[in-house]
Protein backbone atom coordinates (compact mmCIF):
# COMPACT_ATOMS: atom_id res chain seq x y z
CA UNK A 1 0.00 0.00 0.00
CA UNK A 2 1.14 3.48 -0.99
CA UNK A 3 0.81 4.54 2.44
CA UNK A 4 2.23 2.21 4.66
CA UNK A 5 5.32 3.02 2.30
CA UNK A 6 5.79 6.56 2.94
CA UNK A 7 5.28 5.69 6.67
CA UNK A 8 8.41 2.79 6.79
CA UNK A 9 10.65 5.43 4.83
CA UNK A 10 12.98 6.67 7.74
CA UNK A 11 13.03 9.49 8.89
CA UNK A 12 9.93 10.67 6.19
CA UNK A 13 7.15 10.82 9.30
CA UNK A 14 9.71 12.77 11.26
CA UNK A 15 10.18 15.24 8.80
CA UNK A 16 6.88 15.91 8.11
CA UNK A 17 6.21 16.47 11.88
CA UNK A 18 8.84 18.82 12.02
CA UNK A 19 7.82 20.70 9.22
CA UNK A 20 4.69 20.98 10.82
CA UNK A 21 5.55 22.52 13.78
CA UNK A 22 7.71 25.50 11.94
CA UNK A 23 4.89 27.23 11.00
CA UNK A 24 6.72 30.44 11.87
CA UNK A 25 9.48 30.04 9.87
CA UNK A 26 7.64 28.35 6.74
CA UNK A 27 3.91 28.95 6.76
CA UNK A 28 3.19 27.35 3.83
CA UNK A 29 5.12 24.15 4.12
CA UNK A 30 3.86 23.28 7.32
CA UNK A 31 0.55 23.79 6.08
CA UNK A 32 1.49 21.02 3.03
CA UNK A 33 3.10 18.89 5.85
CA UNK A 34 -0.09 18.73 7.94
CA UNK A 35 -2.68 18.00 5.10
CA UNK A 36 -0.36 15.61 4.19
CA UNK A 37 -0.03 13.74 8.03
CA UNK A 38 -3.36 14.00 7.66
CA UNK A 39 -3.60 11.74 4.71
CA UNK A 40 -1.32 9.09 6.20
CA UNK A 41 -3.50 8.90 9.48
CA UNK A 42 -5.66 6.30 6.85
CA UNK A 43 -2.65 3.86 7.38
CA UNK A 44 -2.13 2.33 11.37
CA UNK A 45 0.91 1.87 10.45
CA UNK A 46 1.61 5.43 9.80
CA UNK A 47 -0.49 6.28 13.09
CA UNK A 48 2.08 3.92 14.80
CA UNK A 49 5.22 5.52 13.69
CA UNK A 50 3.72 9.19 14.03
CA UNK A 51 3.11 8.21 18.05
CA UNK A 52 7.02 6.64 18.26
CA UNK A 53 8.01 10.17 17.22
CA UNK A 54 6.05 12.06 19.29
CA UNK A 55 2.52 13.48 17.48
CA UNK A 56 -0.34 10.69 19.46
CA UNK A 57 -2.99 13.38 18.71
CA UNK A 58 -3.70 10.44 15.32
CA UNK A 59 -3.06 7.59 17.65
CA UNK A 60 -5.69 9.05 20.96
CA UNK A 61 -8.35 9.57 17.39
CA UNK A 62 -8.20 6.50 16.29
CA UNK A 63 -8.48 4.97 19.64
CA UNK A 64 -11.19 7.22 20.96
CA UNK A 65 -13.25 6.42 17.59
CA UNK A 66 -12.48 2.43 18.24
CA UNK A 67 -10.35 1.42 15.77
CA UNK A 68 -10.12 -2.35 16.30
CA UNK A 69 -6.50 -2.79 14.58
CA UNK A 70 -5.28 -0.21 16.35
CA UNK A 71 -6.88 -1.15 19.54
CA UNK A 72 -5.75 -4.52 19.89
CA UNK A 73 -1.51 -4.13 19.02
CA UNK A 74 0.64 -3.88 21.95
CA UNK A 75 2.88 -1.18 20.68
CA UNK A 76 -0.18 1.21 21.59
CA UNK A 77 0.02 0.65 24.95
CA UNK A 78 3.87 0.36 25.23
CA UNK A 79 4.45 3.78 23.27
CA UNK A 80 1.38 5.66 24.59
CA UNK A 81 1.10 4.68 28.42
CA UNK A 82 3.03 6.81 29.89
CA UNK A 83 2.29 9.80 28.28
CA UNK A 84 -1.91 9.50 28.70
CA UNK A 85 -1.34 8.92 32.68
CA UNK A 86 0.78 12.13 32.54
CA UNK A 87 -2.13 13.78 30.26
CA UNK A 88 -5.05 12.37 33.18
CA UNK A 89 -2.15 13.98 35.87
CA UNK A 90 -2.00 17.56 34.40
CA UNK A 91 -5.14 18.75 35.52
CA UNK A 92 -7.01 20.28 32.14
CA UNK A 93 -10.59 18.51 32.22
CA UNK A 94 -10.45 18.20 28.36
CA UNK A 95 -7.34 16.54 28.00
CA UNK A 96 -7.68 14.40 30.62
CA UNK A 97 -11.29 13.14 29.63
CA UNK A 98 -9.48 12.64 26.02
CA UNK A 99 -6.90 10.54 27.88
CA UNK A 100 -9.32 8.29 29.83
CA UNK A 101 -11.71 7.76 27.04
CA UNK A 102 -8.16 5.86 25.15
CA UNK A 103 -6.90 4.13 28.20
CA UNK A 104 -10.44 2.58 28.11
CA UNK A 105 -9.69 1.29 24.57
CA UNK A 106 -6.48 0.22 25.50
CA UNK A 107 -7.18 -1.29 28.55
CA UNK A 108 -9.91 -3.42 26.74
CA UNK A 109 -7.17 -5.84 25.74
CA UNK A 110 -6.28 -7.95 27.99
CA UNK A 111 -2.64 -7.92 27.17
CA UNK A 112 -1.87 -4.46 27.73
CA UNK A 113 -2.88 -4.20 30.90
CA UNK A 114 0.30 -5.85 32.30
CA UNK A 115 1.84 -2.83 30.36
CA UNK A 116 -0.68 -0.25 31.57
CA UNK A 117 0.08 -1.04 35.58
CA UNK A 118 3.39 -1.08 34.99
CA UNK A 119 3.13 2.88 33.58
CA UNK A 120 1.35 3.73 36.99
CA UNK A 121 -2.39 3.41 35.63
CA UNK A 122 -3.18 2.02 39.25
CA UNK A 123 -3.04 5.06 41.69
CA UNK A 124 -4.09 7.29 38.56
CA UNK A 125 -7.64 5.75 38.28
CA UNK A 126 -8.02 5.20 42.03
CA UNK A 127 -7.81 9.02 42.41
CA UNK A 128 -10.33 9.78 39.38
CA UNK A 129 -12.64 7.02 40.91
CA UNK A 130 -12.47 8.30 45.09
CA UNK A 131 -13.70 11.63 46.48
CA UNK A 132 -10.52 13.92 45.64
CA UNK A 133 -10.17 17.56 43.45
CA UNK A 134 -7.70 18.93 40.99
CA UNK A 135 -7.28 22.74 41.43
CA UNK A 136 -10.66 22.69 43.77
CA UNK A 137 -12.88 21.34 41.34
CA UNK A 138 -14.72 17.92 41.87
CA UNK A 139 -13.17 15.45 39.40
CA UNK A 140 -15.95 14.47 36.45
CA UNK A 141 -14.36 10.98 35.11
CA UNK A 142 -15.69 8.09 37.39
CA UNK A 143 -17.06 6.41 34.22
CA UNK A 144 -14.05 5.96 32.34
CA UNK A 145 -11.60 5.45 35.29
CA UNK A 146 -14.11 2.37 37.13
CA UNK A 147 -13.89 1.10 33.09
CA UNK A 148 -10.36 0.94 33.21
CA UNK A 149 -9.91 -0.38 36.68
CA UNK A 150 -12.24 -3.09 36.10
CA UNK A 151 -10.83 -4.39 32.95
CA UNK A 152 -7.23 -4.30 34.59
CA UNK A 153 -8.56 -6.54 37.37
CA UNK A 154 -10.84 -8.67 35.26
CA UNK A 155 -7.39 -9.42 33.05
CA UNK A 156 -6.40 -11.54 36.11
CA UNK A 157 -2.97 -9.90 35.51
CA UNK A 158 -0.59 -11.23 38.72
CA UNK A 159 0.38 -8.46 41.08
CA UNK A 160 -2.76 -6.13 40.40
CA UNK A 161 -4.03 -6.77 44.22
CA UNK A 162 -0.61 -5.78 45.74
CA UNK A 163 0.04 -2.27 43.82
CA UNK A 164 -0.15 0.76 46.23
CA UNK A 165 -3.47 2.96 44.93
CA UNK A 166 -2.75 6.16 47.21
CA UNK A 167 0.07 7.85 48.60
CA UNK A 168 -0.34 6.63 52.11
CA UNK A 169 0.38 2.44 50.75
CA UNK A 170 -3.19 1.34 50.77
CA UNK A 171 -3.72 -1.13 48.15
CA UNK A 172 -6.87 -2.62 46.14
CA UNK A 173 -7.72 -4.61 48.77
CA UNK A 174 -6.99 -2.45 51.39
CA UNK A 175 -10.57 -1.80 53.90
CA UNK A 176 -9.83 2.08 52.66
CA UNK A 177 -10.67 0.93 48.93
CA UNK A 178 -13.04 -1.69 49.11
CA UNK A 179 -15.33 0.58 51.85
CA UNK A 180 -14.61 3.41 49.43
CA UNK A 181 -16.33 2.23 46.31
CA UNK A 182 -19.15 0.70 48.18
CA UNK A 183 -20.39 4.20 49.31
CA UNK A 184 -19.92 5.26 45.98
CA UNK A 185 -22.01 2.21 44.47
CA UNK A 186 -24.91 3.92 47.11
CA UNK A 187 -24.19 7.55 46.45
CA UNK A 188 -25.89 8.88 42.95
CA UNK A 189 -23.48 8.70 40.55
CA UNK A 190 -23.54 7.98 36.66
CA UNK A 191 -25.78 3.94 36.75
CA UNK A 192 -23.18 3.26 34.01
CA UNK A 193 -20.17 4.23 36.51
CA UNK A 194 -21.80 2.34 39.11
CA UNK A 195 -21.86 -0.79 36.74
CA UNK A 196 -18.26 -0.99 36.98
CA UNK A 197 -17.66 -0.49 40.20
CA UNK A 198 -19.76 -3.39 41.18
CA UNK A 199 -17.51 -5.13 38.59
CA UNK A 200 -14.23 -4.16 40.86
CA UNK A 201 -16.20 -5.34 43.78
CA UNK A 202 -17.02 -8.66 42.15
CA UNK A 203 -13.21 -9.38 40.68
CA UNK A 204 -11.76 -8.76 44.54
CA UNK A 205 -14.41 -11.09 45.84
CA UNK A 206 -12.94 -13.99 43.26
CA UNK A 207 -9.24 -13.55 44.56
CA UNK A 208 -8.40 -16.44 45.76
CA UNK A 209 -7.65 -15.00 49.43
CA UNK A 210 -10.76 -13.21 49.62
CA UNK A 211 -10.95 -8.96 51.47
CA UNK A 212 -8.37 -8.75 54.55
CA UNK A 213 -10.39 -8.83 57.85
Same mark, same amino acid.
Given at each position: ?47 ? =? ?62 ? =? ?17 ? =? ?81
Amino acid at each position: MFLDRIGGTPGGILILISMKYNKEADPFSAAKAEETLKNLEKSPINVR =CMAENGFVEPLLNHLIDGSEEVQMETYVAERASTTLIQMINGGNTSIRREALRALVQISAHPPN =CKILMAAGIMQTVVEEILP =CRINSEPLDSPKEAATILANILESDEEGSSEMKVSETGHTIVSHYFIYSIAQLIKSSIPEEASANLVRILLSLAKLPYGWPL
